[in-house]
């Protein structure tokens, strides 16, 4: 089914919950708890295609697969549902964040970054199959940028995963963590080995920064029932799990550091943690070891403490508020988060050259003049390159790509 332009999109869906991000219609719903978010995702799964879905304890997010005739009358009819369940759409939550990666050959780089991320392909990017990390686009550049890029990823996964990874990719890792790996123009990746979040009873659970277990299904019904069940538990706990369904199956995630303390796994998540696996085991459900992944973006920073409050001001992001830790975190939990690292100062060649990879944010059409005058005010600048195409830059001249469709 042919796309429609995005206002069209919003006219036709009448109560203007929905944008096009990305080409895919997508809206978010505030709910008070999990629970009553979940009795969204239910009415889903039991009246037509499964969107992904990715349920918060203030809300959730529904993406379609496109931005159709068939899905208008999906988001429609979705957005009926919200509302004789109470649920009320804000626009102004939506974004989405991914990569770019510019080089004179993409096509050489894309088998390294799909094997470190365990992605596939879509055309000039790679995705993550289940939807929840972000993607990376690859672009012709022939300009030199020989230095160290100021922004690299991080990614965790479990010990199969990464043993595999490394394996495929014939590199040994190095740096300080011995994780460091390195595609052919010298972009830079930790790929970091999780593990078990402990013995028994959570066996099913993979930390990797945050906790996680990921529950394939069989069908959008048993996703859903699994959703709710599991909705309740968190409710009871009080704790704000990620819970993200989609058509394959269900992931279930802590959030980064939420389910440890100085001095381990915290009993009260264990205790969780536990109860959510015996569902699961009720429910005929097997965990698949190998999904959980975890993604962050580090960027490499003169001043951290500008540049920290000009990105989290520009994200929509709120700074970590635990001493030590320069992390910002989107407060739904939707995108990943970005730290920040010290470069030195007196490496001024670097940090003149322009980054080789840089994220790209798509926001809503109506929400870019908004962004581009939150960078302005922090201390950033902009461009307008082309229609449905900004380029923002930072105190330091860290970049990102502002996309959006009208």
């Known amino acids: 089914m042919p796309s429609i332009e995005a206002t069209e999109f919003q006219q ?40 992904e879905i990715d ?8 993406r379609l697969r496109g931005c159709g005739d068939s899905e208008v009358q999906q988001a429609a009819a979705i957005s009926r549902a919200a509302r004789e369940l109470g649920l009320g759409g804000d626009p102004s939550a939506l974004q989405a964040m991914g990569l770019v990666v510019e080089a004179a050959d993409p ?13 596939r392909a879509d055309g000039a ?4 199959p289940w939807q929840r990390d972000p993607a990376i686009t690859f672009l012709h550049d022939s300009e030199a940028r020989p230095l160290r890029n100021r922004l690299h990823v991080d990614v965790v996964r479990p010990p199969e995963a990464v043993a595999a990874a490394v394996v495929d990719l014939g590199q040994t890792p190095t740096g300080p963590y011995g994780a460091l790996l390195c595609d052919r123009n010298g972009n830079e990746v930790d790929l970091v080995v999780g593990g078990p979040m402990s013995d028994g009873e959570t066996s099913d659970w993979v930390a990797a920064f945050a906790a996680m277990a990921a529950y394939p299904t069989s069908t959008p019904v048993q996703a859903a029932q699994f959703v709710a069940a599991t909705s309740e538990i968190a409710d009871e706990a009080g704790f704000p799990l990620l819970i993200d369904a ?28 536990a109860e959510i696996q015996d569902l699961a ?23 951290v403490a500008t540049e920290r409050a000009f990105w989290a001001s520009l994200l929509g992001y709120e700074e970590d508020p635990r001493d030590g830790v320069a992390d910002i975190l989107d407060p739904r939990r939707l995108n990943p988060v970005v730290i920040f690292q010290r470069i030195d100062v007196a490496d001024e060649a670097r940090m003149r050259q322009r980054d080789r990879m840089r994220i790209v944010l798509s926001v809503p059409f109506d929400r870019v003049e908004q962004r581009i005058d939150t960078a302005t005010a922090v201390g950033g600048s902009a461009i307008r390159i082309g229609p449905g195409f900004a380029r923002l830059s930072d105190p330091e001249g860290n970049e990102l790509d502002l996309v959006y469709t009208s």
């Open 12 to 51: 036709a869906t009448e109560d203007g919950a929905w944008r096009v991000l990305d080409g895919r219609a997508q809206a978010w719903f505030e709910a008070p708890s999990h629970a009553a978010g979940a009795a969204l995702v239910q009415w889903v799964a039991a009246t037509g295609p499964m969107p």
């Open 281 to 303: 085991l009720r429910l005929g459900l097997m965990a698949d070891p190998i999904r959980p992944r975890f993604v962050q973006l580090c960027l490499d920073v003169a001043d």
């Open 107 to 119: 096509a050489v780089l894309m088998p390294f970054w799909r094997t470190v991320l365990g992605y």
């Open 246 to 273: 989609r058509t394959e199956g269900v992931v279930v995630d802590s959030g980064k550091d939420m389910w440890e303390g100085p001095d381990g796994p915290l009993e009260d998540f264990v205790s969780l943690a």
């Open 55 to 62: 349920l918060r304890s203030s809300g959730l997010r529904v």
């Open 125 to 128: 990017r790679l995705v993550d």
